[in-house]
């Protein structure tokens, strides 16, 4: 039951430096997405892809980059990292059906330190 | 497009006595609310989702939360809070099946003390 799993869990990068954060779910679920977890801000959707083959950008997209590798696999990429982009990122998944009314199972998080 | 808000930062309880967080929300049709919680150094859990149907809606861990369409408020609650219910509480919405972009509330702590 390994459900959301992200990896890395933590991450200090340089200004300017990129990296992928990388996100696989083991539940066949159709829908996944990008957050970001700030102070005060609550949760903000950077991308989300409905199903497979598909991305869209979410609240805040600026500076993100996101593929759906497979059904399973959702990366996110910073290409040059910003003091800005310093924040907690979720992955998120969710199952087809139940006319949308399904909640989303997260991940544990990567905690990213731009420097 | 959907928003929701969570007025109160911090909620302090004592263990045993009933506990409310609160959520107010806006959209411009029917409302699909739910609750989350995270506990440190972990990723958000579901606790529970009103679609339709009854107002008072019951999820994981004893909780509960009422639907107030007047009021437009989704308020969580538990009759008796526990020292382990401590975490960080989030509402969400989202205004249509098939909108992905489901928005958060800023969270509440809620700190149960013995």
């Known amino acids: 039951n390994a459900g959301v799993t992200q990896t890395p869990k933590f991450q200090v990068l340089k200004t300017g430096q990129s990296m992928t954060l990388q996100c696989a779910q083991d539940?066949?679920?159709?829908?996944m997405y990008w957050y970001r977890q700030d102070p005060g801000m609550g949760l903000r959707l950077i991308y989300y892809s409905a199903s497979e083959g598909t991305t869209d950008k979410g609240e805040v997209p600026n500076g993100y980059n996101v593929s759906r590798l497979n059904k399973r696999e959702f990366s996110l990429r910073l290409e040059s990292a910003a003091p800005s982009q310093t924040s907690v990122y979720f992955c998120?998944?969710?199952?087809?059906?139940?006319?949308?009314?399904?909640?989303?199972?997260f991940g544990s998080g990567t905690r990213l330190t731009v420097v | 497009a959907q928003s929701v808000a969570q007025p109160e930062d911090q909620v302090n309880v004592a263990e045993g006595n009933p506990l409310t967080v609160k959520c107010t929300y806006s959209?411009?049709?029917?409302?699909?609310l739910f609750w989350y919680v995270q506990y440190p150094n972990r990723g958000l859990q579901f606790l529970l989702k009103?679609?339709?149907?009854?107002?008072l809606v019951k999820g994981s861990y004893g909780f509960e939360a009422e639907f107030n369409k007047s009021q437009t408020s989704f308020h969580l609650k538990k009759p008796s809070a526990l020292v382990s219910d401590s975490a960080l509480y989030f509402c969400?919405?989202?205004?249509?099946?098939?909108?992905?972009?489901?928005?958060f509330g800023a969270g509440t702590r809620l700190t149960v003390k013995p």
């Open positions: 969400a919405v989202r205004d249509d099946p098939g909108n992905n972009d489901m928005r």
């Open positions: 009103y679609i339709t149907g009854d107002n």
């Open positions: 959209v411009s049709g029917n409302p699909y």
């Open positions: 998120a998944s969710r199952r087809a059906g139940g006319a949308g009314t399904y909640g989303y199972t």
């Open positions: 539940m066949n679920h159709n829908s």
